[in-house]
């Protein structure tokens, strides 16, 4: 089975800019959830959908939002780029509440 | 969310066995105990949980307290692929949060030769 893919794996952008990442979950995953990691506040969880639903919400402010589509890929947005909002930006997928999360490898987003 | 307290870091040499310490004292009844791992450059990666039996599987194992407030992640021989940062999580089954994984800042793990 294929494991959790993103794309684009690197991305660059500047101030004020928005920006949409993409991710794949394992086939027949349906809950996708998505975490932002820094150095200085590591790995915190922004949003979860389950069944193109947001079941789950972090403590990220309205900039940042997400949508999942019917066959469970899921998009995340970023608006209005800040630099603090340079990060790695994992997905992890999961058949539902009772299994581990599957990570992918990652968006690594520069906001310059 | 029940916190959960690791040491910043540890080593090991290699092939010898890890224990990796976790406490949890204000775990509640529905809490899992969740351990994952990442390594350099990548997503992280599911070791092994449990909820009151020691857990076994072929990467690790978990020792459990009998009061639940503490649990040992093992490594049975430590390579230089187990080099990461380890992250001990509580998951909580109530329907609709088991899927937010707190992580804290884990504990990195160093394996030398």
């Known amino acids: 089975k294929a494991g959790v893919t993103q794309t684009p794996r690197y991305l660059i952008k500047t101030r004020g800019q928005q920006v949409t990442l993409s991710c794949s979950p394992i086939?027949?995953?349906?809950?996708v959830s998505w975490y932002q990691q820094t150095p200085g506040q590591g790995l915190q969880f922004l949003f979860e959908?389950?069944?193109?639903?947001?079941?789950n919400k972090g403590n990220f402010p309205g900039r940042f939002s997400g949508r999942q589509f019917s066959n469970s890929r899921s998009e995340m947005n970023v608006s209005t780029l800040e630099l603090g909002d340079s990060a790695l930006y994992l997905c992890?997928?999961?058949?539902?509440?009772?299994?581990?999360?599957?990570f992918g490898p990652g968006t690594r987003l520069t906001v310059t | 969310d029940a916190k959960t307290t690791q040491p910043n870091s540890m080593e090991s040499n290699e092939e010898e066995p890890v224990h990796l310490p976790c406490n949890h004292s204000?775990?509640?009844?529905?809490?899992?105990i969740h351990w994952y791992r990442q390594l350099p450059s990548q997503g992280p990666e599911y070791v092994i949980h449990?909820?009151?039996s020691n857990v076994n599987n072929r990467m690790a194992s978990l020792a459990i307290a009998e009061d639940r407030k503490s649990s040992t992640l093992i490594l049975h021989r430590a390579t230089l692929r187990d080099a990461a940062v380890y992250y001990c999580?509580?998951?909580?089954?109530?329907?609709?949060?088991?899927?937010?994984?707190?992580f804290g800042t884990g504990t990195r793990l160093q394996v030398t030769l």
């Open positions: 959908y389950f069944s193109e639903t947001q079941r």
């Open positions: 449990g909820l009151t």
């Open positions: 204000t775990i509640s009844g529905t809490d899992y």
């Open positions: 992890a997928s999961s058949p539902g509440d009772s299994y581990e999360q599957y």
């Open positions: 999580i509580l998951r909580s089954l109530n329907t609709g949060t088991a899927s937010k994984l707190t």
């Open positions: 086939s027949g995953h349906r809950s």
